[in-house]
């Protein structure tokens, strides 16, 4: 269904929170992985896997749940965020980010809890509740990317045409020689020993992400250090899923929907997103018409889209019905 929504009808953030606990999960060596917990501690728990891959959690995430319902816990994918080591590639597939849900629900003694993923956050989410379904009170996913071929070569390649200017500057970094394995070129300065052009590589990387990332487009610089820590963590490791864990057509979580279609789950897709464009989500929604699929008509892909944050809070807000 499209959406309905007008200027007057659009749902504000809850006012920013504090956590009340944090912590350092030690998973495989070398990582530690931070998160923490926000809102009602005796509320119903959900968990927020935030995008990227690398991207790491922003506080404002905190503020798409009712605090006094939800006991609210983020957490730092490997190698980004506040997890340690920063950027780190080793031991950091899709597989280990399922392992570590799982460890950091049974740390927290959690037996179910909501689950709310966006652009890369929705690949994980699907792909925990492909194998651990019966932990999942609801499914809330904001621009699906599915993780196939199809939507690396369209971010590294096919994206030129909507934002030819953003895509020369980011393939710029790479000699003209190379541009024809743009992702391939990418990773060899990320898995190189060359720091200096590592960061320089990452800041293109982020900016032309960044840059596609909105409906009004996007061009903040990146010049404090947590700017740079982020690009970095970003760029080097998505370039590195991107280039280890594709998810082939035999295996395509399209193929996986039967192990969690009976989970109550949202999809809400900015028709105008072109990180992840809505032809996934498309392809979501024909094989599981029952799970309510909401195309927010004025939106990129930007959870904090005035459309795209009003359909996110209003499904936090139904899903209050689940305890």
């Given at each position: 269904?499209?959406?309905?929504?007008?200027?007057?009808?659009?749902?504000?953030?809850?006012?920013?929170?504090?956590?009340?606990?944090?912590?350092?999960?030690?998973?495989?060596?070398?990582h530690q992985i931070y998160w923490e917990q926000s809102g009602n501690?005796?509320?119903?728990?959900?968990?927020?896997?935030?995008?990227?891959?690398?991207?790491g959690c922003s506080p404002a995430l905190r503020q798409f749940f009712d605090p006094a319902h939800y006991r609210i816990i983020l957490f730092d994918q490997r190698g980004c965020g506040k997890s340690t080591p920063l950027?780190?590639?080793?031991?950091?597939?899709?597989?280990?980010?399922?392992?570590d849900i799982e460890q950091l629900r049974a740390v927290l003694n959690i037996e179910k809890w909501h689950v709310f993923g966006g652009s890369w956050g929705s690949t994980l989410a699907l792909s925990y509740a492909a194998q651990q379904a019966d932990r999942c009170l609801s499914l809330?996913?904001?621009?699906?990317?599915?993780?196939?071929q199809s939507d690396i070569d369209w971010f590294m390649d096919t994206n030129k045409h909507v934002f030819p200017e953003a895509w020369e500057k980011f393939s710029s970094v790479i000699s003209k020689d190379k541009r024809h394995k743009l992702l391939s070129a990418y990773y060899e300065i990320f898995t190189g020993d060359d720091d200096d052009k590592?960061?320089?590589?990452?800041?293109?990387?982020?900016?032309?992400?960044?840059?596609?990332?909105?409906?009004?487009?996007?061009n903040e610089a990146v010049l404090t250090q947590e700017q740079?820590?982020?690009?970095?963590?970003?760029?080097?490791?998505?370039?590195?899923?991107?280039?280890?864990?594709?998810?082939?057509?035999?295996?395509?979580?399209?193929?996986?929907?039967?192990?969690?279609?009976?989970?109550?789950a949202t999809i809400i897709q900015g028709r105008y997103d072109m990180i992840c464009p809505i032809i996934s989500a498309h392809k979501l929604h024909n094989v599981w018409p029952e799970a309510e699929y909401i195309i927010a008509t004025q939106a990129g892909h930007s959870a904090f889209e005035p459309?795209?944050?009003?359909?996110?809070?209003?499904?936090t807000q139904k899903y209050k019905s689940i305890k």
């Open positions: 269904m499209n959406d309905t929504l007008d200027n007057q009808s659009l749902t504000e953030f809850f006012p920013p929170i504090e956590p009340y606990e944090t912590g350092l999960m030690i998973v495989d060596a070398p501690p005796d509320g119903v728990p959900v968990v927020v896997l935030h995008g990227g891959p690398g991207g950027a780190c590639l080793d031991k950091n597939t899709i597989q280990d980010l399922i392992n809330t996913l904001r621009g699906i990317f599915l993780m196939e590592k960061l320089d590589a990452a800041i293109q990387w982020d900016a032309y992400e960044g840059s596609c990332a909105h409906l009004i487009p996007n740079k820590d982020k690009a970095l963590s970003i760029a080097m490791i998505e370039c590195h899923y991107f280039m280890t864990e594709i998810i082939s057509d035999e295996d395509s979580l399209l193929k996986k929907v039967d192990a969690f279609r009976h989970i109550p459309a795209l944050r009003s359909h996110l809070i209003n499904t």
